[in-house]
């Protein structure tokens, strides 16, 4: 029975790491927006450099201490990791639950996002079958070499390695946010009609002779005359439905919010996302300037947006002679939509069609017929499959090297008895 508890709990242990490695290493830019949150909310915010190369740090360590655990990999090496891992987390989450200063913790990305205390009690229960796996270690040792043990986990660090910086340089292989293709962003900032609404308590302060109580709508005494008024306060108590896309919106001063016009275009419309204009290249700009000639010719909404300031848009306007003008949005929306500085989406009516890192703009020139049905549109379903072929291959070629590496030991070991 402890047999199968002690099985059943590294199991358990090492697939939770190898998901959460997992979704962070798609996802670099998400973890390092996360780690800055996090770091600002802390007043920590000469570490804010840190935050990318953290970021991939993190992934890759929960990623190979999951394949170490569920391998029975180096495991003695490995679960003191994992026992260190959830001693320092454990405790942090409880501050964090306490403190709340950022409300998603970010240990399972946009994959699957729990509160704090959420995440606290998950850290216990991770906490207590790692403890348990510790104690057992010396019983349930590999037999096979180290050397092998070894190769496995250095596999495992350039699946996530390279995970991590495919979905840099291009895009999260895969999507949990709300703008992932084929998503509605106009249906995903709808509310339901019998969605939950958030619910306050009222608290009101009154004074008498010199004394200062607190009361709420039950007992305030709006009769006696002998209390007299300071002041009130309301208090959320619980959390009412939010919709996944919140916030978003598209205006600038010339034009007024233009967001409903966007999202119900009937035709299909180009999206330029920058948070940043200051980090855009000349090759890039000139894609999208393509881009924009190519949407007035073609009768295609070409729309830019950013969160940069007014004279700052201006100045990059007309430095670079643009064929269009940016409005703002949020920049924590901007983030969100695409991870990329710029990032462009293709849409219709609201719905997106297809997103692209700045690296892989399409070029103007090589757009023909239908935006859906062109081949600019097939290029992230291509890279994933061609990045799953690469690392299914060398794991098949990395299983057989191991066998015949071990058949060739046994055989020279026959030998030798001979």
Known sequence: MKRIAQ????????????????????????????????????????????????????????????????????????????????????????????????????????????TNWETFWKNILILACTLFIFWKRKNDENKNPIWEQNLLLAFAILVAGTLSFYSYRH????????????????????????????????????????????????????????????????????????????????????????????????????????????????????????????SLNYDVQFVAITASGKQEIEDFTLEYELPFEFYNTDEIQLKTIVRSNPGLVLLKKGTIIDKWHFRDFPDANLIQGDLAASSITKHQTINIKLLIISITSTLLLLLVLFRLIRIRFAREKNRLRL
Not at 17 to 25: D, L, N, Y
Not at 28 to 39: I, M
Not at 95 to 114: H, Q, Y
């Open 7 to 114: 099985i059943t709990f590294r199991l358990f242990v090492g697939l939770t790491f190898i998901f959460s490695g997992f979704v962070k290493a798609i996802d670099p830019l998400g973890s390092t927006y996360k780690f800055t949150d996090y770091f600002l909310a802390f007043g920590m915010d000469s570490l804010k450099e840190i935050a990318f190369p953290l970021a991939i740090l993190l992934s890759t360590l929960e990623f190979t201490v999951g394949m170490s655990l569920v391998f029975n990999s180096r495991k003695n090496i490995f679960v003191w990791i994992a026992l260190l891992f959830m001693l320092f987390f454990t405790p942090l989450t409880l501050v964090l639950a306490l403190t709340n200063p950022v409300s998603d913790c970010g240990c399972f990305g946009d994959a699957w996002v729990l």
């Open 171 to 294: 895009l999260p292989i895969i999507d949990f946010r709300p703008y992932h293709i084929g998503a509605n962003i106009g249906e995903g900032m709808r509310i339901p009609e019998d969605a939950p609404s958030d619910e306050y308590k009222s608290l009101f302060t009154y004074e008498k002779d010199g004394i200062t109580k607190e009361f709420d709508e039950t007992n305030y005494p709006w009769q006696d005359t002998t209390w007299k008024f300071v002041n009130s306060e309301q208090i959320k108590i619980k959390e009412g439905y939010t919709p996944p896309i919140h916030d978003f919106s598209i205006s600038n001063d010339k034009n007024g919010d233009i967001t409903d016009m966007v999202l119900n275009h009937e035709g299909y419309t180009f999206l330029f996302v920058s948070k940043e204009l200051s980090k855009i290249n000349d090759v890039t700009i000139n894609k999208v300037i393509n881009l924009a000639l190519y």
